[in-house]
């Protein structure tokens, strides 16, 4: 009989994707999967490296599974991912008590590298980067009727705070068969949404084809009975052409939603942050997208504390948010990373870049509280999700909000889970939306 695996898997939903190939790929293999550690003889832990709060997250799970595996409730402890890919030497070193460790170009083996462990032999493993691997199937972890699909491994921007492509190498893109494959295998589960990422989807296809083709990706991917939603995410500005934004105002299927971090506005800061763009440029896309496409929700990420941001320069982004009123904003103080071109810029006290992002959430609370009222009479599609016992209503999500990083809406009215229906926004409240079901929505 096969061993009882617990897969966790931390940080961003590229990370999420490769833990769901690998529980495919194990549960392929007969391998009984639970979501209880101590209920486990191995624990399979994929982590994530990316800032100093991700990282202390993945040690401190590892530490968890190596008291577990001390008292004998698992035999067999697994990490993967981008905490092992970063710090491999350190984490081998540190952690004897780690029985597999491998990097991020490794998923595929899972299996193998269990029968090897069981068998009583230790496995370190990292192969160099290579292509865009794609595994089908996958064992879906979100909610209902919605998945990730990455469509790109890696990043060429190197912007200086980021460390991804020391980790994940350079941008490369999944041929277009292949996604179409697995999108088609995500409609056949019942997936009617799907959420497109990478490091950099607007820069899709460069690199293999020469040229960008992204829009004729969503246009085939659209064409997919089934699918009725297409939402893009982290789309940089400097890399969004008309053909992009052609494809989300006129393609119904395509929610008319864009997740495009800028991180800033001030031109010196950006500059500094190795963004190929500038205000003037991020302001004439975002006046052109809203031009463009009627009803578009713009989310976006900034970091405050950046090295060399000072009060000017923070008072810039703050009007910034002010006068273009963006509809979702995800604010992070920066955290410096050994290795990147910023660690070198010296640093801006971690108090005070929280304090401003305390400042900015407090600033774009006002601002999407506002937004939220002025939809109230307004019919929306939301794809339903869920039943809230304690207050009697179910919830979900409008085309307007994203998964983990938005809010839901709560409804009355007859709902089935993983439907997507029209609702009749009545309210708002602590951010959240208020509303009645309508009717059937049609994306055609």
């Given at each position: 009989m096969k061993e009882t695996l617990c897969v966790i898997s931390l940080g961003c939903a590229k990370n999420l994707v490769n833990s769901e190939h690998m529980l495919a790929l194990l549960?392929?293999?007969g391998y009984k999967i639970t979501e209880n550690p101590e209920e486990a003889d191995a624990i399979i832990i994929n982590t994530c490296g990316f800032i100093n709060s991700a990282k202390e997250e993945s040690i401190d799970s590892i530490l968890d599974a190596v008291q577990l595996k001390k008292k004998g409730k698992i035999k067999k402890l697994v990490v993967c991912?981008?905490?092992?890919?970063?710090?491999?030497?350190e984490v081998i070193k540190e952690i004897p008590e780690i029985d597999a460790i491998f990097g991020v170009n490794d998923y595929g083996n899972i299996c193998g590298f269990i029968d090897q462990i069981f068998s009583e032999k230790n496995i370190a493993c990292f192969s160099n980067f290579n292509k865009s691997e794609c595994y089908v199937p996958r064992e879906i972890t979100t909610g209902p009727c919605w998945a990730y699909l990455k469509i790109a491994e890696g990043c060429n921007n190197f912007c200086s705070f980021c460390s991804i492509p020391y980790i994940q190498g350079r941008y490369r893109s999944k041929p277009?068969?292949?996604?179409?494959?697995e999108a088609h295998y995500l409609a056949s589960l019942g997936n009617k949404e799907l959420i497109l990422i990478a490091q950099d989807t607007s820069q899709y296809g460069v690199d293999?084809?020469?040229?960008?083709?992204?829009?004729?990706?969503?246009?085939?991917?659209?064409?997919?009975?089934g699918i009725q939603w297409i939402r893009l995410h982290y789309l940089y500005p400097e890399s969004i052409d008309d053909s992009i934004i052609y494809q989300i105002a006129n393609n119904n299927k395509i929610v008319k939603y864009?997740?495009?971090?800028i991180q800033h506005?001030?031109?010196?800061?950006?500059?500094?942050?190795?963004?190929?763009?500038?205000?003037?440029?991020?302001?004439?896309?975002?006046?052109?997208l809203r031009e463009c496409v009627s009803g578009i929700v713009i989310r976006t990420s900034l970091i405050t504390g950046f090295p060399g941001e000072g009060e000017a320069e923070f008072e810039e982004l703050c009007d910034f948010l002010k006068e273009y009123r963006l509809e979702r904003v995800g604010v992070f103080p920066y955290s410096p990373e050994e290795g990147t071109a910023s660690y070198r810029l010296g640093h801006v006290p971690f108090a005070v870049a929280e304090r401003r992002a305390t400042l900015i959430t407090e600033l774009q609370a006002v601002i999407s509280d506002n937004f939220n009222k002025s939809l109230i009479g307004r019919s929306i599609p939301i794809l339903c999700e869920g039943f809230d016992s304690q207050l009697g209503m179910h919830f979900g999500r409008s085309y307007m909000d994203s998964p983990d990083v938005d809010n839901h809406v709560y409804f009355t009215g007859i709902a089935t889970d993983g439907e997507i229906a029209n609702m009749l926004i009545t309210g708002s409240e602590d951010g959240n939306l208020l509303g009645e079901i309508e009717h059937e929505y049609n994306s055609k």
């Amino acid at each position: 009989m096969k061993e009882t695996l617990c897969v966790i898997s931390l940080g961003c939903a590229k990370n999420l994707v490769n833990s769901e190939h690998m529980l495919a790929l194990l549960e392929q293999q007969g391998y009984k999967i639970t979501e209880n550690p101590e209920e486990a003889d191995a624990i399979i832990i994929n982590t994530c490296g990316f800032i100093n709060s991700a990282k202390e997250e993945s040690i401190d799970s590892i530490l968890d599974a190596v008291q577990l595996k001390k008292k004998g409730k698992i035999k067999k402890l697994v990490v993967c991912g981008c905490l092992s890919e970063r710090y491999r030497e350190e984490v081998i070193k540190e952690i004897p008590e780690i029985d597999a460790i491998f990097g991020v170009n490794d998923y595929g083996n899972i299996c193998g590298f269990i029968d090897q462990i069981f068998s009583e032999k230790n496995i370190a493993c990292f192969s160099n980067f290579n292509k865009s691997e794609c595994y089908v199937p996958r064992e879906i972890t979100t909610g209902p009727c919605w998945a990730y699909l990455k469509i790109a491994e890696g990043c060429n921007n190197f912007c200086s705070f980021c460390s991804i492509p020391y980790i994940q190498g350079r941008y490369r893109s999944k041929p277009i068969e292949d996604i179409l494959s697995e999108a088609h295998y995500l409609a056949s589960l019942g997936n009617k949404e799907l959420i497109l990422i990478a490091q950099d989807t607007s820069q899709y296809g460069v690199d293999l084809y020469g040229k960008p083709r992204l829009s004729e990706l969503l246009q085939r991917l659209s064409e997919i009975d089934g699918i009725q939603w297409i939402r893009l995410h982290y789309l940089y500005p400097e890399s969004i052409d008309d053909s992009i934004i052609y494809q989300i105002a006129n393609n119904n299927k395509i929610v008319k939603y864009v997740d495009m971090p800028i991180q800033h506005i001030n031109d010196k800061i950006l500059k500094l942050m190795n963004r190929h763009t500038s205000a003037s440029k991020i302001k004439a896309l975002l006046l052109k997208l809203r031009e463009c496409v009627s009803g578009i929700v713009i989310r976006t990420s900034l970091i405050t504390g950046f090295p060399g941001e000072g009060e000017a320069e923070f008072e810039e982004l703050c009007d910034f948010l002010k006068e273009y009123r963006l509809e979702r904003v995800g604010v992070f103080p920066y955290s410096p990373e050994e290795g990147t071109a910023s660690y070198r810029l010296g640093h801006v006290p971690f108090a005070v870049a929280e304090r401003r992002a305390t400042l900015i959430t407090e600033l774009q609370a006002v601002i999407s509280d506002n937004f939220n009222k002025s939809l109230i009479g307004r019919s929306i599609p939301i794809l339903c999700e869920g039943f809230d016992s304690q207050l009697g209503m179910h919830f979900g999500r409008s085309y307007m909000d994203s998964p983990d990083v938005d809010n839901h809406v709560y409804f009355t009215g007859i709902a089935t889970d993983g439907e997507i229906a029209n609702m009749l926004i009545t309210g708002s409240e602590d951010g959240n939306l208020l509303g009645e079901i309508e009717h059937e929505y049609n994306s055609k």
